[in-house]
């Protein structure tokens, strides 16, 4: 198992800048993910989004990481969480797995995603077009 880097951060993040890391020559595979702002939410345009963190929020994300990467053994990845204002366009949630066979590094991306997401203490304020605006916790 090996979990390369994880961090939570208020500066641009890339799958790129993970992938070098993650990368060895063992490995096959790299499967990438990145969590993009779009301009909509069930049919509301969004105009911008903050994402705000709780103190715990790296521990999590290095506690997640760990699971993921003790679950596939064969793996290497990396992920990062962005938090601050955000733009449409930019990334918020960077994951980079790599594994000498593709099949361990997709399960293994799509997993430590969805644990990221709804253990990770972060919650998301959306700013709509209509100026409106709501709360989005990633624990609920």
Partial sequence: MSVIHTDIVETPISTAALE??????TCGAVVSF?????????GRGVHRLTYESHPVA?????EVAAEIAAKHPAVRL???H????????DVALAAV?????????????SELV???KARVAI???QFFADGEDEWVGALE
């Fill in 34 to 42: 990145s969590g993009v702002i779009r301009d909509h939410d069930e």
């Fill in 97 to 109: 797995v790599a594994s000498p066979h593709r099949h361990d590094s997709f399960a293994a991306c």
């Fill in 20 to 25: 070098a890391d993650v990368l060895d020559d």
């Fill in 114 to 116: 969805d644990e990221v």
């Fill in 58 to 62: 790296s521990a999590q994300i290095a």
């Fill in 78 to 80: 990396s992920v990062v």
């Fill in 123 to 125: 919650w998301k304020h």
């Fill in 82 to 89: 962005r938090v601050g204002a955000l733009e449409i366009g």
